[in-house]
């Protein structure tokens, strides 16, 4: 970079949100023919996550699915008797693991009897998470800390945060569809190529239709966390 003939914008100048206006908890936003925008409540710091829906063929595709809870049960109850009333999901995409992301992909899958469509890794995550029992994973975690030079007291304070969060998922379905990096995805008319990406999950999915300059990123970037 040249200092005398290169700027770097600032956060404030090189991000615009199109819409001043999040959807509300029972309504929809199309921000694009054939893309409807829904937003889900989390009961955590980072208080909410994104849903996608793309037309493809009698319905939509979904990307991602939402927490595990009976909150979030509710909430697309209502989205389903309301805006979406009458909508079929033909498939659902999941980038990854985490379970406000693939927490209600089994309800989802049950309810609309759709595939489920995921990178062979975060699957195999989200059965881990699923079935591995809460104290084998403070061990391994306890070990992995003492490994690394932390004391006992830092080490009982982090292990007493809890991560039964990540068996906030519903059933996941025995079988799933695997996508790969470099794929490329037909839904409705738009062609998307798949790319993955670690950092934030292991092998997080992401969609990039080039015609439409749309890019569906998930958690690998995020406006104002530091977590990646």
């Keep these: 970079m040249n200092a005398k003939t290169d700027t770097v914008q600032s956060s404030a100048e090189a991000l615009r949100y199109p819409w ?29 996550v994104n849903i996608y829906l793309l037309a493809d063929g009698d319905g939509y595709a979904m990307v991602d699915a939402g927490f595990g809870n009976e909150e979030t049960i509710e909430a697309w109850t209502k989205l389903f008797d309301g ?35 995921m990178s062979q890794v975060e699957y195999l995550q989200s059965v881990y998470h699923q079935n591995r029992g809460t104290e084998e994973r403070r061990e391994a975690q306890r070990l992995f800390f003492r490994r690394h030079g932390t004391d006992e007291s830092l080490t009982e304070k982090l292990l007493g945060r809890g991560q039964d969060y990540l068996k906030r ?6 079988s799933y569809r695997r996508i790969s990096h470099g794929d490329e ?44």
Aim: charged share 20%.
């Design 20 to 48: 001043d206006q999040h959807p509300g908890p029972d309504e929809v936003v199309e921000v694009k023919p054939g893309v409807l925008w829904a937003r889900l409540k989390l009961p955590f710091r980072l208080n909410h």
């Design 169 to 174: 998922v519903s059933v996941l379905p025995p």
């Design 83 to 117: 805006p979406l009333k009458g909508v079929n999901i033909t498939r659902l995409i999941v980038t990854h693991s985490h379970p406000d992301h693939v927490g209600l992909a089994g309800w989802i899958v049950e309810r609309f009897n759709c595939p489920l469509v």
């Design 185 to 228: 995805v037909v839904i409705g008319t738009r062609r998307f190529k798949v790319i993955t990406g670690g950092g934030h999950a292991l092998d997080q999915v992401m969609l990039y239709c080039a015609d439409d300059k749309l890019f569906l990123s998930a958690d690998q970037v995020l406006a104002r966390s530091r977590r990646m």
